[in-house]
């Protein structure tokens, strides 16, 4: 009879703090809900899901012919696309929110040479997703837009589809701001012992040719693209082979920072 209790107080002892996590998870999955839905209440009203495609659509229509424009070939496209722009970019206004509930969901089970890695890396991470965003459309756009009308014979009118360069844009953002986070990918593998920086540094070799076969993968099939996505990652993996030697300095733990002057 005296077994039957403590199996119980058991049982609760390790069922509470689950749930406290659950319930903490959730709490944080509903502030970072509520931040997109305000980034997407704001940008609803100001400046509002039309002027957002055109913003969105600029790069193209400037570099289409005279008098041509993009058109809609389903009936409910003119109003499902820019409502999808809509919360794509509420979600991006609001991203550093939401990494900020993930932060703060995870960061007291982490050691405080682990916070000290973490938060730098959450934060480089978002700006450098952000900064690939917005290579991709100030220049990127531009030059494979020009490049394509280009070879376009004279006697075809460009008429893009809405719904397809919306498929092609967030192609393109993923693309670009996925490959800028090679120096993040770089350093949490040195720094969890994965790698070291002396292969990191012998397989530069290897990345420089992976890195182009991933543009060709991903980008349109114009040289202007590839090189765009891979040059760029070439130069981030040399950056995050760099930042990874800093990173493994400063973020050591206490005994392995003790350990080279013991």
Do not use: N
């Amino acid at each position: 009879m005296s077994d039957i209790p403590h199996k119980e107080d058991e049982l609760a002892g390790t069922e509470q703090p689950f749930v406290q996590h659950l319930m903490e998870l959730r709490d944080r999955l509903v502030k970072a809900l509520i931040a997109v839905g305000i980034a997407a209440a704001v940008l609803f009203f100001y400046p509002g899901p039309g002027p957002l495609y055109d913003l969105l659509a600029a790069p193209l229509v400037a570099h289409l012919p005279a008098g041509a424009t993009l058109i809609a070939t389903s009936v409910i496209s003119p109003f499902m696309v820019p409502l999808k722009i809509l919360l794509m970019s509420a979600f991006l206004l609001a991203l550093p929110v939401v990494l900020w509930q993930a932060w703060a969901f995870v960061a007291p089970g982490l050691y405080s040479h682990e916070k000290k890695l973490v938060l730098p890396l959450v934060v480089s991470s978002t700006l450098l997703f952000f900064i690939g965003v917005a290579f991709c459309y100030f220049f990127v756009f531009g030059q494979v837009f020009a490049f394509i009308q280009s070879f376009a014979p004279k006697s075809i009118t460009a008429a893009p589809d809405i719904e397809a360069y919306l498929s092609f844009v967030i192609t393109m953002f993923l693309a670009f701001g996925l490959a800028f986070e090679v120096p993040i990918v770089v350093i949490v593998l040195a720094r969890m012992g994965i790698v070291t920086v002396e292969k990191l540094k012998g397989f530069r070799g290897y990345f420089i040719v992976l890195a182009f076969i991933i543009a060709a993968v991903v980008t349109p099939p114009d040289v202007v693209s590839q090189l765009a996505l891979a040059i760029p990652m070439c130069l981030l993996y040399e950056l995050g082979i760099w930042a990874a030697q800093i990173f493994i300095r400063h973020t050591a733990a206490p005994e392995d920072a003790q350990e080279p002057s013991a």
